[in-house]
């Protein structure tokens, strides 16, 4: 059994899939530096300064300043991070494309 196992890790496939899923993982650090270092802060001064990760609806409770607040009085809606994950996303499919 350990030696059917060893043939199958060593034959190619499952080396290949490691390989594949580290540089995945690099790349997503990238594409995520990318967007949050570089898009959108452009994004945030064509938009007037806002900052998208802190955008937010509070469901419940009073209105709180910043989101992190606002998540520890109730339900909230944090579409701004959203969007943020929303423009990684896009910028991965293209970039496989």
Do not use: C
Request: proline letters at 3%.
């Amino acid at each position: 059994m350990l030696k059917e196992f060893r043939e199958f890790a060593l034959r190619g496939n499952l080396v290949d899939l490691a390989i594949g899923f580290i540089i995945g993982a690099a790349f997503s650090g990238l594409v995520q530096s990318v967007v949050n270092d570089l898009i959108m802060p452009v994004v945030g001064v064509v938009t007037g300064g806002v900052d998208f990760s802190q955008l937010y609806i509070q469901l419940s409770g009073e209105p709180q300043p910043t989101l992190a607040l606002a998540r520890e009085a109730g339900a909230t809606l944090a579409y701004g991070h959203f969007i943020t994950l929303l423009i990684n996303f896009l910028i991965v499919a293209w970039v496989l494309f």
